[in-house]
C-alpha cells in the first residue's frame, strides 16, 4: 500500500491524480501545515527539506513531486502514464516534463515566495512582479504549443504531464493573465479535469472552484 | 549519429559526458554565443526557448538538459548510466536528478541572470546574494548526504546524476563557499573527473582549471 504524504492544493497534486489512475490501494496522510507539521522532526525524517508530498513503497521514501510521478508512471506500465522507453516520444516526454518540473515550476515557487530570493526587505514585489510576467510568457508559450500539437501536450496521448501541467495551472489561476484565459491550454485542461480520476482527486483534497 | 548543439562550459556538459560513456558516434555542433547564434532563426527552430543543449536523433529533436540525459541512458543501457526501470534504486536515481534540475539548477541560472527575476532596475545584486546563500546550502546538503551514503549519489554506484552534478559544480565554483571546499563533494567531484570520458570532454570543450 502506497503511502502519500500531503497537504490539499500541494505538490501531492499531480501524484494523487496518478495514484487514482493507477487503481492501485494507497493511503492519503494528512501533513498539517496549519500545525506547521512538515518542519517536525517526524516529517523532516521523511524528508530533511520540510517538502510535501512525500511517497512511501514499503522501505522506499521518495521525495521531488517529478521524480515520485516517474516512480509510479513507470512501476504501472499498464496504466499508460507515459510513452515506452527507449521510443521517441518517451523523450518528448520527458522533455516536457522537465519543461514543466524546471522552468515553470521553480517560477511559480517564486511567485508564492518573492521574500526568499531577495536579501532586500522591499524587495519582494519586484521578483513577483518580473516572476508573473516571465510565467504568463510561460504559459503563453504552452497555449501555443498546444494550438500545432493538441489537445495534449502529447498531442492525441494523455499522459502524466498533462497532470503535472494542471497542477501548476491550478496554482497559477491568480495570474493577471491566468492559464483558463488561453483557449488551448483551457481546452486541455478541461478535458484533463473531466477524467474521472481528477474529479475523485478534487473532491478528496477539496479544491475550490474554480480548479484552474 | 547524434548531434549536439553546444556552447563551451553551457547545460550540453552533461549529455556530452554522457555520450562519451556510452561510445555511441556522435557530432558536436558550435552554436557561437559571442556571435548571438543561440538567437538566430536556424538555432530558434530547434529550440524556440533559445535555449543550449539541443540533442538531434535523426528526426526527434529534443531540449532540456535532463530530459536529453534520460533519453541518452535509456537508449544505452549497456551503459548503466542509470538504475534499472522499476527499482527502488530508480526511484533514488529519479530523486536526486529532480532535485539538481529543479532546484539546484534554477537558483545558478539566477545567480548567473539576477536581473531577469527582478522589475527593480537597482535590485539584481539583493537578489544574487538570497541566490548564493541558497546554493550554498544546498551544496552543503550535498555533501552531506554524501558523507553517509557516497562515495557517489547513488551510493557505490557511479550514474548519470553524478555528471550532472559535476556540471553544476563547475557553475559554482564563483560561490563564496565553493563545492571544492566541501570534503566529501570534492572527493565525489575528483573521482567523476577522472574518469577517462570526462577528461575528453573537458580537454574537446577546453574548460579551464579549475574544473570545479
Known sequence: VYELFYYPGN?????????????APFALKLVDRTRNEHKS??????NPHGL???????ETVLTETPA???YLSDKHPGAALAPPL???ARGHFYKWLMYLADTVHPDLLI??????????????D??????????????????????????????EHFSL??????????????????????PHLARMLDLVCARPAAQRVIATEGLAEPVY
Chains 1, 2 share one sequence.
Not at 510535501?52 to 514499503?58: A, R, S, T
Not at 511567485?111 to 519582494?124: I, K, L
Not at 497542477?167 to 492559464?179: D, E, I, N, S, Y
Open 52 to 58: 510535501i508530498p512525500v511517497l512511501v513503497d514499503g
Open 11 to 23: 505538490g501531492n497534486m499531480a501524484p494523487h491524480f496518478l495514484l487514482e489512475e493507477i487503481g
Open 68 to 70: 515520485i510521478c516517474l
Open 86 to 88: 527507449g521510443t521517441s
Open 41 to 46: 522532526a517526524a516529517f523532516l525524517k521523511l
Open 161 to 182: 504531464v498533462d497532470y503535472y501541467l494542471l497542477m501548476l495551472a491550478r496554482w497559477a489561476r491568480g495570474l493577471k493573465t491566468p492559464p483558463r484565459q488561453m
Open 111 to 124: 511567485y508564492y515566495y518573492p521574500q526568499r530570493f531577495t536579501c532586500d526587505a522591499n524587495g519582494a
Open 126 to 155: 519586484a521578483v513577483r512582479q518580473a516572476v508573473e510576467n516571465r510565467l504568463i510568457g510561460m504559459f503563453q508559450y504552452i497555449d501555443d504549443q498546444l494550438s500545432h500539437t493538441g489537445p495534449y501536450l502529447m498531442g
